[in-house]
């Protein structure tokens, strides 16, 4: 269940996403206890690749 995960979680959604509604991300941020929902206005379901330097530096970040 989502509500168990404790851990923080960055989550990213490609706002021209054809294949997965946005609502569906905005949901599983609501539902996680420490979520971050990163939104790009530009990207469709490539956002791994269109966002790969933020999201590299983000778990960069995380890492203790």
């Known amino acids: 269940m ?3 995960v ?3 979680v960055h989550l990213w959604h490609g706002a021209l996403d ?3 509604s946005i609502a569906c991300s905005r949901h599983l941020a609501r539902e996680l206890a420490d979520a971050t929902l ?3 206005d530009s990207s469709d379901h490539n956002i791994g690749h269109d ?3 933020e999201i590299t530096t983000v778990i960069a970040s995380c890492v203790v």
């Open 18 to 20: 054809a294949n997965v």
């Open 2 to 4: 989502a509500s168990d």
């Open 6 to 8: 404790i851990t923080p």
């Open 38 to 40: 990163h939104v790009s």
């Open 51 to 53: 966002r790969r330097d």
